[in-house]
């Protein structure tokens, strides 16, 4: 099966950056969001981006220019009808992701690929909502989409080879590096670094060390580009903690369940950099660690 247009729902962080990528890679795409408010904050955000490549003589003006000819935005779902493969990226909630695949089943021909960007939630679960599960594949991007290389591409028992095979040469026309993974909660990623942020949290709770020297430790003792406290304050306290849920309800094991500490990280609203404060105070030219 070729690709030739792409739709995507959702156009924040996530979903912007996947229609960013496809337009440069010269797909048509067609980009639902529930409002025009939401559709301009999200062309704006792509135009920004691709204004950033441009400065930095990574991308030509023509083509930005072309990859922003090849971006419609519609709030109707029946702008979808025609696409080859949907990739949602809407909020993390398996009812949600239900829902829309349910509607987008009755709106698009037999043929059309279903994908979510889901980080945590399993694949199987919501192919189960369509009358296409052998259509109903995971393509896990990472942020910032145009940046990373990594594309996790899911299948489950029913994915046919046709569909898999489909959004893997996809993704590599992209330009991304995609992996095939097994339909666990967390797929390759996350299964290994959700426990690794949760086991930090632990230690600060049993006063192993302070979040700078926790920090200071990974990075300056095994190389990581950033701390595990500064990583949970990037990736987001409440988004850690919603996927920490969803995979300790998932494998019932000690290491997916969310500390104390992060519950009431997020109960105090402190969601991390995005929110200004989370482990770290984000608002100086510095983060300055927070008492906790």
């Known amino acids: 099966m070729k690709i030739e247009k792409v739709g995507v729902v959702g156009c924040g962080l996530m979903g912007s950056g996947i229609a960013e990528v496809a337009a440069k890679a010269g797909f048509d795409v067609v ?104 259509r109903v594949v995971g393509l896990h991007f990472f942020n910032p989409v145009p940046v990373m290389k990594l594309v996790e591409v899911v299948r489950t028992i029913a994915t046919s080879d046709d569909a898999f095979d489909a959004a893997f040469s996809f993704a590599k026309d992209l330009g991304k590096q995609p992996i095939a993974a097994k339909d666990n909660s967390g797929f390759v990623v ?31 003792g095994l190389g990581y580009p950033m701390g595990p406290f500064t990583l949970c304050d990037f990736v987001g306290i409440d988004t850690l903690y919603r996927i920490s849920e969803i995979m300790f ?22 969601y991390g950099k995005k929110a200004g404060k989370g482990f770290y105070d984000w608002s100086g030219e510095r983060p300055k660690p927070l008492a906790l």
Not at 196 to 211: T, W
């Open 31 to 134: 980009v639902r969001e529930v409002s025009e408010e939401f559709i301009e904050a999200g062309r704006k955000r792509i135009e920004k981006s691709l204004a950033r490549a441009v400065d930095k003589g990574k991308l030509e003006p023509k083509d930005r220019n072309d990859t922003l000819a090849r971006l419609d935005f519609s709030i109707d779902l029946a702008g979808l009808a025609e696409c080859d493969l949907v990739i949602e990226a809407i909020v993390e909630s398996m009812e949600a992701k239900n829902e829309l695949f349910s509607t987008l089943d009755g709106l698009c021909g037999s043929e059309t690929i279903f994908a979510s960007n889901t980080s945590s939630l399993t694949i199987t679960d919501m192919a189960a909502a369509t009358k296409r599960p052998d």
């Open 190 to 220: 996350n299964l290994l670094l959700v426990p690794y942020m949760l086991d930090a949290i632990r230690h600060l709770e049993r006063g192993v060390a302070s979040v700078e020297d926790i920090d200071r430790a990974m990075t300056l």
């Open 249 to 270: 309800d998932e494998y019932r094991e000690e290491r997916y369940a969310p500390p104390p500490l992060l519950k009431r990280i997020v109960s105090m609203g402190r």
